[in-house]
């Protein structure tokens, strides 16, 4: 079983699941390691506090993965939400922590998170564009990220307007974001947590995977994005075919933010 690499825990404000229950199911899974991604995305509006709370989680996780010494190797990392006006915000985190991996991923579009209907409201038929247009200029900006965390998370909520998406009508902004992951080192997530809501494929999605080879990509990882036991490492095997399909042999799991290869 690919080890998960995005998985949330009640550090997270939209998690009320222990970070044991998450550790358990793993086990349960046969996995061998699991990271913990919990979520950062200061200064918004939203129902959720999406603060982080890093010095208690680094009190607490390091025994968490004492506890579990020899059953499961439990990493420690975030889900930073980038955002263009905290960017130095983000750089000075990812240095005073010791994280295993750094997702970095885009929640938040002029202020307003594509979850909530009110997005689409406003920009209608610019959403998706928009969408990509940030994730395009936050990681332009910022480098403080090892994994580019769901590129097309906009698609798990576009659906329900009637908008359509193909990587051909977006290639034009795709592309770049990959030149900018591929060139920094950088992996790109195949985040499967939209398939347990319904979607036929992961963020992002199989032509965008394909591009992303063709154009030399080579570091990707497995995140299923749970926030509680039941979608730990949903569709990991349905992922792993679709990413061996169009060539990869190769996964990447992250430890202390230095990656290694693993046989896909
Ligand atoms: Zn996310
Ligand atoms: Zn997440």
């Known amino acids: 079983m690919y080890t998960d690499q995005h998985i949330h825990s009640s550090w997270s404000g939209d998690s009320e699941t222990p970070a044991s229950d998450q550790a358990d199911r793993a086990i349960a899974l046969g996995m061998e ?8 995305d200061p200064f918004v509006v939203s129902d959720v506090d999406f603060e982080l709370d890093f010095k208690g989680y680094f009190e607490d996780m390091p025994k968490l993965h004492e506890a579990y010494s020899g059953r499961l190797d439990i990493g420690i990392g975030v889900e930073l939400g980038l955002q263009t006006h905290i960017a130095d915000h983000l750089e000075m985190l990812a240095k005073a922590y010791p994280f295993d991996l750094i997702i970095g991923s885009v929640h938040f579009v002029e202020g307003l998170d594509p979850y909530y209907p009110e997005y689409f409201e406003k920009y209608g038929d610019r959403a998706y564009t928009l969408y990509f247009e940030t994730v395009l200029e936050n990681i332009r900006l910022m480098s403080c990220y090892d994994i580019l965390g769901h590129l097309d998370y906009i698609v798990r909520y576009g659906k329900g307007f009637g908008l359509t998406y193909s990587y051909d ?28 809501r319904g979607l036929s494929e992961p963020d992002p999605c199989y032509d965008v995977f394909r591009r992303y080879r063709e154009m030399g990509g080579e570091l990707i990882t497995f995140g299923s994005d749970a926030h509680d036991p039941s979608t730990l490492g949903c ?17 990447t799991v992250y430890r202390g933010r230095t990656p290694e290869m693993h046989k896909l």
């Open 169 to 196: 009508e977006y290639s034009d902004i795709i592309d770049p974001i990959l030149r900018i992951v591929i060139d920094g080192g950088k992996a790109l997530e195949c985040n499967t947590g939209g398939m347990s």
């Open 33 to 40: 390691r699991i990271c913990f991604t919990d979520h950062h």
């Open 235 to 251: 569709y990991f095997d349905e992922a792993g075919a679709m990413l061996r399909d169009i060539g990869f042999r190769y996964y």
